[in-house]
């Protein structure tokens, strides 16, 4: 299957300066990600994970190299033009939830899709389908401090599937959650990564959540050390890979 | 992003921090009122002002004289002078009647008279106006009536100051001295005139005039035609004034002055009386005051010297103008500390919700829909702020219109029942500008929201 990858990387790096010592958060990284995969992201604390996936996502700048996602070059996007491409294009998972506190389950599903300009019966009635999906049909109407943790990020996950996005990023989803409560939610990610086709690009230091992915890239000091294929890979991403 | 949301969202956002909103709005609400009041205020003595000018009525008339010969000494570099002066005859008034927007004019000439009235003296101006054209002036009488078309003797209509002119010829006191009023009656005593007042003091002192002679000027005895209504005090530009049929008492000057230069008159180079009596002045009236200006400039183009009320209502109203800026200013004050406490709550607002801003930036909020939730906020702010101000102000006007008496002010506004007063636009402007003032201090911080890295969304606090 010759398709072009959802995530091109090429060359990347990002410097930080501190004071007069520099900082090689990314040490010249190269990746492709396909459609429908789901791939991790291991290292060590400080490896340059978050690092790495603020720039796929464009929330940060890269020094050098090429981001293409979705067939668009990140790298030569301003800030407007990264909103506008996330807003269509990127779901994002956030380690502490970052739900709307004054917002119930079901208003912080559609929030995106206010964003986008979708009337609220639309975006309602989406929100709702969505959050049925992750199980939570019974929570619509709570507010955040009246949910747990593990239905937070259920929430959390729901509002990212609610724009159908090309690709979904997470960094640490069940960093705030206990192991059990972590692997019902990868559970419930895995799940619908294979049921939507959905593209997904998760960091995580738990090398044992990483196993759920298809593929896991290993990082180290800002370069990838190790790419491992996980059993649950489709045989035709399985093929495909250099 | 729908208008509707961002309204929506920066409506909540308002409601969840209810008491600062509350505060904020206090501040706007206190700004607009003072400035509201203050203008009002000045507003009420600009309207009061106006009423009371339009009571001396002749805010639509022109006084048109002769040109100072000085001034056009200067002009004309003195030597064209002599030509170029010209004096104020039937001509130049029908001149005058052809200028567009004039609807009459008629001529006054003005002289000095002494009055006698069994031991009391009053000196003033008589002056006289064609009997057909006496109409026009608008005078009130209390007694009597104007001269009649056809009158073959001077009769006076007198001015209700003119009364307290008169003095005691022996003591020299009269009403403005200590207040007792000349035992005359203008309507029915004996009025016993002299034109030629020089002549009167020079034999009175004994000194002879050029031919040598120490003579009593002729005394004329004139009866009144009228009165004018109203008290001593009650000023207003004829209640000095003596007025008479023109042409009677252009009869009696001739006769009078033979041969001499009757004073107030132009006289030749040589000072010489001229062969004509002219007029002291020309009364142009015109249609439309806003026409006066106007009419007044061609007038003066033409040579004279015009002057009419429309100058002086110009200038009471530039003034009162100024007032009125010096008081918004005042009360622009506290609009501008109110504007401070917005900028302010704002920036406090997007301290709080730096992660919030993150997150919606992250999830794909436009920037300018950010931008436009807090320029939105602000102007609500402004909003709230300006019509509770507004109704404010409406209460405040009407308490200082009630409460504050137009007697306790000292001031006579007949009419001009308020001090206070609030002009539809006045609300209208003031709302606006209090929402103007909402989004002006809320910009910068708009500013500062739009421009806040989504990645505050990712760190954890
Ligand atoms: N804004 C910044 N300025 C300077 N240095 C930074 C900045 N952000 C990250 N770094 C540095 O870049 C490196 C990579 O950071 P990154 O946050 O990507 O690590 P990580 O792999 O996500 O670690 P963790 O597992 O602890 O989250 C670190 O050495 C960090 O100190
Ligand atoms: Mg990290």
Not at chain 1, 4 to 24: A, E, F
Not at chain 1, 26 to 43: A, M, N, R, T, Y
Request: proline share 3%; aromatic share 8%; charged share 20%.
């Amino acid at each position: 299957m010759a398709t072009t990858p959802v995530i091109s990387v090429r060359d990347l790096y990002k410097i930080y300066r501190v004071g007069d010592s520099r900082v090689r958060a990314l040490d010249g990284v190269g990746f492709d990600v396909q459609k429908g995969e789901f791939c991790s992201i291991v290292g060590t604390s400080g490896s340059g994970k978050s690092t790495l996936l603020n720039m796929l996502a464009g929330l940060e700048k890269p020094t050098k190299g090429k981001i293409v996602i979705a067939g668009e070059h990140m790298e030569k996007k301003n800030e407007n033009q990264l909103v506008a491409f996330r807003r269509k294009h990127i779901g994002f998972i956030f380690q502490s939830f970052n739900l709307m506190p004054s917002m119930n389950a079901l208003e912080n599903v559609a929030l995106p899709l206010t964003f986008q300009g979708v009337s609220r019966k639309k975006r309602l009635e989406m929100a709702r389908e969505v959050l049925t999906l992750v199980g939570l049909e019974h929570h619509m109407n709570h507010k955040p401090t009246q949910m747990s943790g593990g239905q937070q990020q259920r929430v959390g996950i729901a509002r990212a599937l609610v724009v159908q996005p090309e690709i979904i990023f997470a960094d640490e989803p069940t960093g705030n959650l206990d192991s059990r409560t972590s692997a019902e939610v990868m559970e419930l990610i895995r799940r619908i990564i294979n049921e939507q086709n959905q593209t997904l690009v998760m960091v995580t230091h738990d090398d044992h959540l990483a196993g759920f992915a298809d593929r896991i890239f290993r990082i180290s000091d800002g370069r990838i050390v190790d790419i491992r294929v996980t059993g649950n890979a489709k045989k035709d991403l399985t093929r495909k890979q250099h | 992003m729908r208008f509707w949301d961002i309204l929506l969202m920066s409506l909540s956002s308002l409601w969840k921090r209810r008491i600062r909103t509350i505060l904020t709005v206090l501040g706007v609400v206190i700004g607009t009122a003072s400035i509201v009041v203050m203008i009002s205020l000045g507003l009420g003595l600009k309207r009061a002002s106006l009423e009371e000018m339009e009571k001396y009525g002749s805010l639509k008339s022109i006084i048109v004289s002769e040109k100072d010969s000085y001034e056009s000494d200067e002009e004309e570099g003195g030597r064209a002078n002599k030509q170029t002066l010209v004096h104020l005859d039937d001509s130049v008034l029908e001149s005058l009647r052809g200028i567009e927007h004039v609807e009459y004019v008629y001529p006054e000439l003005e002289a000095e008279v002494m009055l006698l009235a069994g031991g009391y003296t009053c000196y003033t101006s008589v002056r006289g106006v064609p009997t057909k054209d006496m109409e026009l002036i608008g005078l009130e009488l209390a007694q009597g009536g104007l001269p009649e078309p056809g009158d073959t003797q001077l009769k006076f209509v007198y001015g209700n100051s003119v009364i307290g002119e008169f003095y005691n010829e022996k003591t020299g006191h009269g009403y403005w001295f200590d207040g007792t009023m000349a035992p005359v009656d203008l309507m029915n005593d004996p009025m016993i005139c002299i034109f030629d007042a020089e002549k009167y003091y020079n034999f009175i002192w004994g000194n002879a005039d050029e031919s040598g002679n120490v003579a009593m000027p002729k005394k004329y005895m004139i009866n009144a035609a009228g009165v004018m209504a109203g008290k001593v005090e009650d000023y207003n530009s004829n209640s000095n004034l003596i007025y008479c049929d023109l042409d009677l008492l252009k009869a009696l000057l001739k006769k009078e002055f033979r041969g001499k230069a009757i004073p107030g008159q132009p006289t030749t180079i040589s000072g010489k009386p001229t062969k004509e009596i002219y007029y002291t002045n020309l009364v142009v009236g015109v249609d439309d005051m806003k026409n006066v200006q106007n009419v007044q400039a061609q007038i003066s183009q033409l040579g004279y010297s015009a002057e009419s009320n429309a100058e002086w209502v110009e200038s009471m109203q530039g003034q009162s103008n100024y007032i009125q800026l010096a008081l918004g200013g005042i009360g622009a004050i506290s609009l501008l500390v109110a504007a401070i406490g917005i900028a302010n709550t704002m920036m406090m607002s997007i301290y709080e919700r730096t992660k919030e801003i993150g997150i919606m930036k992250v999830l794909g909020c436009d920037m300018r829909n950010i931008q436009g939730m807090f320029l939105m906020e602000a102007g609500h702010i402004g909003l709230l702020g300006g019509l509770i101000g507004v109704a404010l102000s409406y209460g405040l006007s009407f308490a200082i219109n009630h409460f504050l008496g137009v007697s306790q002010m000292g001031i006579d506004l007949e009419g001009a029942s308020s001090i206070s007063y609030i002009p539809f636009w006045l609300s209208a402007l003031s709302v606006a500008f209090s929402v103007a003032v909402g989004m002006a201090a809320g910009f910068f911080p708009s500013l500062r929201a739009m421009r806040l890295s989504p990645l505050a969304a990712i760190r954890n606090e």
